[in-house]
């Protein structure tokens, strides 16, 4: 392969890029759309709110378990093979959602789908890193990029969209138009895995999946409980975390005596470019994610909204993001990310400022523009970083390093919200007003926008990315030449 071919964005992979992202944004969709419509199928099924709401935890605890041996069963039988196994385990769990007959059957298959949608993002990823090679990372991570804001902004309009229009099921059962077209072209386009004896034969880790699973998995579940009236203080809260912990030491003691032989081995975080794309992913899921919780919720109870309205409101949002996206993933190829992720910090933070200072008079085409502002920050953090860990990561640590990636982003995430429900709950028992709320805990936003604009200088600059580009591994170019022969 010619270094010119290799480094252009080529028509067979744009056509798989598209063809992951299809597959790729039903996950993320699914996991936002169905928080709108909670109270209708507590309705439907004559249940509480705390009994439905295991619809979305149970959800969640599957994707966390899936997470950590996705990492594994990609380099034992391949991307393309359980790519298709994510897929079709999402869309039957979709179809048995959408026709479930009590709440009880509905909690078991979104385990199912969440199990499912759970390989799909990792998988996704290690695809488009091993094709795309270090010289087209930052391209590449910009184009796909593109749907993980879309997914959390689109899924609550979307999901508002069909509470009020559709039966409830449709929430489920839109996904197996989409998910079937998605099987059906990644058999066409997707890359042909290597066959057995190219593979790596490592046996899985059996104990560390034991306890890494489980870890993420209760952490991510103490969290979403005090996200919720639970709050931190609360017993079932507080033992989940300890649990947690616990488990996630014994596997950090567990990792580094088994070294490579560790489902995610430790080694990676030697790596400074490694740990400081996590961080700053980690940190950018606590920022993002606390502030999606908040923004809709300062709509609907400050200005008086519908879950619909806010959901609009937010969608500058994406718009920014889609735009920013590609360009600052093209530009990182070339300057690398430090210069590009603390101005994306420093956008966000100056946004966040904004509703610390808003109330029920601030104009909505103020806040419409801080939403967009807040898009092409994420642009400019999301793309780069995702290129700089891309570029440093051995050939043969892809799947790992993108299931580290992940547990790291969805535990900010996770702990982003259930920081800025506590400090509204707090500040409501005080006795404070919605406004002076909402304000107060949007200083939590800011500080998190800050602490990503810090970090983000301990990113890769331009002389680290001209050297990844020129140590692209052979591994990386058969893959390269794969996807070309397949279009």
């Known amino acids: 392969m010619t270094q010119a071919r290799g480094d252009r964005l080529d028509a067979g992979l744009l056509r798989l890029i598209g063809v992951l992202l299809l597959g790729g944004l039903l996950g993320l969709l699914d996991s936002t759309i169905v928080n709108v419509g ?7 099924f004559d249940t509480t709110l705390n009994t439905v709401g295991w619809v979305a935890t149970g959800y969640l605890l599957a994707v966390s378990i899936a997470i950590p041996f996705t990492a594994w069963a990609v380099e034992r039988f391949g991307s393309k ?12 769990g979709s179809l048995a959602s959408g026709i479930s007959w009590n709440i009880e059957s509905l909690i078991v298959f979104r385990v199912i789908q969440g199990f499912g949608g759970g390989m799909l993002d990792p998988i996704m990823l290690t695809v488009l890193a091993k094709v795309a090679g270090p010289s087209r990372a930052g391209r590449v991570m910009g184009l796909m990029g593109i749907v993980i804001p879309l997914g959390p902004v689109l899924g609550p309009i979307l999901g508002g969209v069909i509470i009020q229009g559709l039966d409830w099921r449709w929430m489920f059962l839109i996904n197996l138009p989409i998910g079937l077209v998605a099987i059906l072209l990644s058999l066409r386009v997707v890359p042909a895995d290597p066959s057995s004896e190219e593979r790596a034969s490592t046996p899985l880790d059996i104990v560390g999946l ?61 790596s400074r470019s490694f740990s400081a794309s996590v961080t700053v992913m980690g940190l950018t899921g606590v920022m993002l994610f606390s502030m999606l919780f908040l923004v809709p919720l300062y709509q609907q109870r400050v200005r008086g909204h519908e879950v619909l309205a806010a959901g609009l409101l937010l969608a500058p949002l994406g718009v920014g993001s ?10 990182s190829d070339k300057v690398g990310a430090r210069r590009l992720a603390p101005l994306g910090g420093l956008l966000i933070a100056l946004s966040a400022f904004a509703y610390t200072q808003a109330d029920a ?37 892809i799947a790992q390093g993108t299931s580290a990636l992940y547990i790291v982003n969805q535990l900010g995430a996770s702990l982003g919200t259930a920081v800025v429900a506590l400090l509204l709950q707090s500040q409501t028992d005080a006795g404070s007003t919605q406004v002076v709320a909402f ?6 936003v800011f500080a998190a926008a800050v602490a990503v604009l810090v970090s983000g200088w301990f990113l890769p600059g331009k002389t680290a990315t001209a050297a990844a580009a020129e140590e692209r591994p052979a591994a990386q170019n058969d893959a390269q030449d794969a996807v070309a022969a397949q279009g």
């Not at 909670?38 to 439907?44: C, D, F, I, L, S």
């Not at 889609?322 to 530009?331: K, N, Q, S, T």
């Not at 304000?439 to 939590?444: I, P, T, V």
């Open 322 to 331: 889609f735009l920013a996206m590609p360009i600052a993933g093209r530009l």
């Open 361 to 397: 008079r601030t104009s909505e085409v103020l806040l419409g523009l801080c939403a967009f502002v807040t898009g092409v920050g994420l642009g400019f953090i999301g793309a780069p970083t995702m290129g700089s860990l891309y570029r440093t990561l051995p050939g043969d640590a």
């Open 38 to 44: 909670m109270g209708t199928m507590a309705r439907h």
């Open 81 to 92: 093979k359980m790519w298709l196994i994510g897929l079709s385990l999402f869309v039957l």
């Open 210 to 270: 034991a306890l890494l699973g489980p870890a993420f998995a209760i952490l991510a579940f103490a969290l979403s409980q005090a996200a919720g009236n639970a709050g931190f203080g609360a017993p079932p809260v507080v033992v989940a975390l300890i649990l947690g912990a616990v488990l996630l030491v014994a596997y950090l003691v567990y990792a580094a005596r088994v070294g490579v032989k560790a489902i995610i081995r430790l080694s990676l975080f030697r």
């Open 439 to 444: 304000q107060s805990a949007s200083w939590w």
